[in-house]
Each structure stands twice: as C-alpha cells, then as structure tokens.
C-alpha cells in the first residue's frame, strides 16, 4: 500500500498553487519593500537606482523562497511552507554605513559586509542549535522591542520630514543668507568692506515649510486610519494585507493631490534582468563584517524559533539535519543578496502565521509564491511605481510595520517571568537602555575609534550583545525549544 504524502510534501493543482501563492506575496510585500527604500534612500542614491533594489530585493526573494521551501540537495533548504524576506533586524547597521558612506561607495561596503556575513553564517549553522541557551525569550523580546522602536524614528521621519536636508524642520533665513553672500562678494571685490572671518556660516533659525506641513500629515493619517479600520473589521485574508491595501489607498490619494508622478514609471522598461554588481565590486571590511554576523546569529535564532513552530502548525517533525540546512539558507541566502545588490535574508513570521490561519501546509503553495516574486522582480514598472510613492504615504504604514516590530517583542516578554525572576527586569531595562543610545545621542561615538562606529551605531546591536550578556550573567542561559516556539507564535512583522 502507497504511502500517504504528507500535507507539507502535497503537490496542489496549479490554480490553486497560483492562489495560495500569491496570498503569501501580498501578506509580506509591504514589508518587503521596506527595507530596499531605507536603504536606497540613507544611501541618497538616485530613484532609477532605488527602483533597482526593490527589483532586486524581490527577485532574491523569489529565489531564496524556492531554495528553502523546495530544497537543493541535502545542505540547503528546510522544504516547509517558508517565504524568506530582508529582516528589519539589519536595517540599523545598514543605514549607519550609508549614512556615513552615501552613494555607491556606502553601498559597495554594505554589500562586502553582507557578503562576508552570510559565508561565515553558513559555516556556523550547525552550531546554532547549541547558542540557543543563550536567548531565551527574555533576550528576544528585549532585542524585538529595540529594533522595533529604532525603526520608528524612520516611519516618523517618511511623515515628517528627515532632521537634516531640504525638509529639515529649520532652515537659515534667506534674507540673512543673501545679507551675508552680498558682504562676501564685496569683500572679495575689493571694496572697503572687512573681509568675513573664515569659517563664518549662518545658523538654521528659520521654521521651514517643507517640514511636517498639514497636508502631509492628514495624508498620513488616512493612510494610518485605513489601516486601523481594516484591521477592526475586515475578516481572514483582507485583515492580513491591511497594510498593503493602506499604501495603495494612499497612492491614489497622492496621486489625485499630484504629489505623485509617473515619469520615471513610464520611462521604466517592462522587463531588466537582475545583474550582480550592480554598483561595482564589494568592498570588504572586517568590522562591518562582525558587524553584520552579529546580526546574522540574532537573525538565525529568530528562525529557528519560527521553524520549530512551524513544525507545531504542520505537525511534521524537522531533524536536526533539517534544521540546519535551514539554517544555512539564511546564510545562502544572504550571500545571494549581497551578490545581487540586495540585504540579509530571514523567514517573513507573517508568513508562518498565515499558514495556521490558512490550514494550507503545502510547501509548494510558498514555491509558487517564490516564483511570483521572482517574476515581479523582473519588472522595472513595478518598482518604479513603488520608489514613487511620496514617504508620506509610507508613513502612516511605517508607524504600524515598525510598531508591530515592537509589540511583537512585548508580546514575547509577556510570557517571561518578571515576578520570581527580578533580574529580567535588569536585562530588559539595561539593554533597552543601551539600544536606545544611538537613537537619543547619535554623536555619542565621536571621540571612540573611527573604526568602531559601525559596530556601536545599531543600537540593535547594542541591545543584542547587551541582553545576551545580561542574561547569561544574571541567569547563566537557559533558554529551551519550547520557548524559541512560543516566542515565534508571538508573529507580527519580521
């Protein structure tokens, strides 16, 4: 007698595969495109170039969903019901080095790091399993909750404006600025005018229009309210894009405000191939190698909570072969980002989610959904309307991606003894604390060693080797499977 597949093994018929599939791409395509917009936009590339990495980005994650969903051979690929997208986890780190290196310089080191990081990643897989005494839910929550409130700061600034540049909240008086040049231009002519002292400049003193005006905050908060009442009263599918359909209402909405313009969408080819090395060669240096590791380790226990809970939802059990094979698709798959001019690559937990709210346990359903991917990836029109979309649109969606980044560490840290166990209350407090440097005193490094600045900027990372250290001094690591699948179920935004 044939024996029965099992429902994670199911080959569904194609129509289906097809729909299913693209469930899964709608639920994490917001969150997907995020982090490419970050990123282009601390790294002030050009918007053509920004569109490339949202293609990019969606490329890699077609690709890398097939690799751990289908499987290659027995060293890659945990072949559950997986979508892999860029973790937010990496976004602090990556917008220190193009804050500090804008342009293809900064992008050619982000992409060395996450090259350099995702091959030593793969060759610690198989020593996971034994760190993951290390991060209890204590430390995972604590290190959630930190990337969700840093990442805050770039949803309120998509609203407002960002601190420094044209939409800076304060701008020199232009009537000082022309005073002060007509006095230069003089002295420099010769006339009886004391030439100015070197280094003389103005001071921004100014309140500046283009700073946090109404009308970009009213759009803001349809987009938020839309959101929020789909949320309320939508039901199964529809509640699970909340986000999505936010965005897209607030498009049509910029868009009828002509805030929104579809030159560059017009000027955008129907098809590009994605090609490695699209800014030059990487450039590798060490520190922002470790820097982004560490990132990686955070990352890679982050998954196997999800896969471990994925196993609960299909009822299929994962070896330990299994495990790290998945594992070290997170490392592949990071590697094949940095080849690609893309960013460090994780299981979507709204993903996981969706697979017990939707009872579907095919792995074939999130192949399908990696094909799709790869095929809009290959679309320049579509990440030209994307990089179109004014900030102030993703802002009101950026409040509640990044807030559910946050609530889903409180969530986890609801389950940790706080009573009994007071010196939680020490891990949590410190390495918030800690992660929180980098956000309220970003100057704060200025006399350390310049080569240490990326591995100190995140306060991500901050929190991490704050929490793991914490925790192993006041309670010596004793975290559990167990735990890591609770922690996962808490879901929310990756």
């Not at 027995?74 to 990556?94: D, H, L």
């Not at 990442?151 to 800076?168: E, Q």
């Not at 929190?463 to 929310?492: D, K, P």
Request: net charge neutral; with cysteine.
């Amino acid at each position: 007698m044939a024996q029965a597949v099992h429902s994670v093994d199911e080959v569904l018929p194609a129509p289906k595969l097809f729909t299913l599939g693209l469930q899964h791409v709608l639920v994490m395509y917001a969150g997907a495109i995020a982090v490419p917009l970050i990123v282009g936009r601390a790294l002030q590339l050009a918007p053509q170039d920004v569109a490339f990495l949202i293609s990019a980005d969606l490329f890699v994650c077609g690709v890398v969903s097939i690799i751990q969903s289908l499987g290659v051979g027995p060293w890659f690929g945990i072949r559950m019901p997986v979508m892999m997208g860029v973790t937010f986890a990496s976004v602090g780190p990556m917008v220190s080095i193009g804050m500090a290196n804008p342009g293809s310089d900064g992008a050619r080191l982000i992409f060395g790091a996450i090259i350099g990081a995702g091959i030593l990643a793969m060759l610690i897989a198989p020593l996971i399993g034994r760190m993951l005494r290390y991060f209890p839910p204590v430390v995972t929550g604590t290190i959630i909750l930190v990337i969700g409130i840093s990442l805050m700061r770039v949803g309120i600034n998509w609203i407002f404006g960002n601190p420094v540049g044209p939409t800076a909240p304060r701008i020199i008086n232009p009537e000082h600025a022309a005073w002060l040049t007509a006095i230069t231009d003089a002295a420099t002519a010769g006339a009886e005018i004391p030439a100015p002292p070197a280094g003389l400049a103005l001071a921004p003193k100014v309140d500046n229009p283009a700073y946090a005006p109404i009308g970009n905050i009213v759009i803001s908060l349809i987009v938020l309210a839309v959101i929020v009442a789909i949320a309320r009263y939508a039901k199964g599918f529809l509640s699970n894009i909340a986000v999505l359909v936010g965005i897209v209402v607030g498009g049509v909405l910029a868009a009828a405000l002509g805030m929104m313009h579809f030159d560059k969408v017009a000027g955008a080819a129907w098809f590009a191939p994605i090609t490695p090395f699209h800014f030059g060669m990487p450039t590798f240096d060490p520190i922002l190698i470790i820097t982004m590791l560490l990132v990686m380790i955070v990352v890679m226990i982050e998954s196997t909570g999800m896969f471990l809970a994925l196993s609960d939802i299909t009822g299929k059990k994962i070896s330990q072969a299994e495990l790290t094979a998945g594992l070290r698709t997170d490392g592949l798959g990071t590697v094949i980002g940095g080849l690609f001019n893309t960013f460090p690559y994780t299981s979507f937990s709204q993903n996981v989610g969706l697979v017990g709210v939707t009872g579907v346990r095919s792995r074939y359903v999130c192949v399908a959904g990696g094909a799709i991917m790869i095929v809009l990836g290959l679309i320049p029109k579509m990440a030209a309307l994307v990089e179109s979309l004014p900030t102030v649109v993703l802002g009101g969606a950026g409040l509640v991606m990044f807030g559910m980044v946050a609530a889903t560490g409180v969530r986890i840290l609801s389950a940790v003894d706080f009573k009994t166990s007071r010196n939680n209350l020490f891990v949590v407090a410190i390495s918030v604390g800690l992660g929180m440097i980098p956000v309220v005193a970003p100057d704060f490094k200025m006399w350390l060693p310049h080569a240490i600045h990326p591995l100190i900027d995140s306060g991500i990372l901050l929190a991490s080797i704050g929490a793991v250290g914490l925790n192993a001094f006041f309670n010596g690591g004793g975290g559990t499977e167990a735990e890591m699948r609770a922690a996962a179920m808490a879901g929310g935004e990756h």
